[in-house]
């Protein structure tokens, strides 16, 4: 990842995760954005505009790759 680029994270993430981010968002100027989802969970068509509402426009720079990993588990995990 370069400066500059961003990860969209929720506020369900483990602390040691958001604590991990934030570290190498300092270290190399890493945008992080964290989507606050409430409780109960969200329909998803919801869950995807809080999600899209935070990340940046995509720009015609080829060599800027973006990726959105989603990991949904029952809350009963």
């Known amino acids: 990842m370069r400066r500059g680029d961003e990860v969209v994270i929720t506020n369900q993430v483990g602390p040691r995760l958001l604590s991990s981010w934030r570290q190498r968002g ?6 992080i954005k964290i989507v606050p989802l409430p409780a109960p969970p969200l329909p998803l ?3 995807y505009r809080l999600v ?8 015609d ?7 959105l990993r989603i990991i949904a588990r029952p809350a009963s995990l």
């Not at 300092?26 to 945008?31: D, H, L």
């Not at 080829?62 to 990726?67: A, D, I, T, Y």
């Open 45 to 47: 068509n919801q869950f």
């Open 61 to 67: 720079d080829l060599n800027n790759l973006r990726s």
């Open 52 to 59: 899209e509402q935070q990340v940046t426009p995509w720009t």
């Open 26 to 31: 300092k270290r190399q100027g890493i945008v």
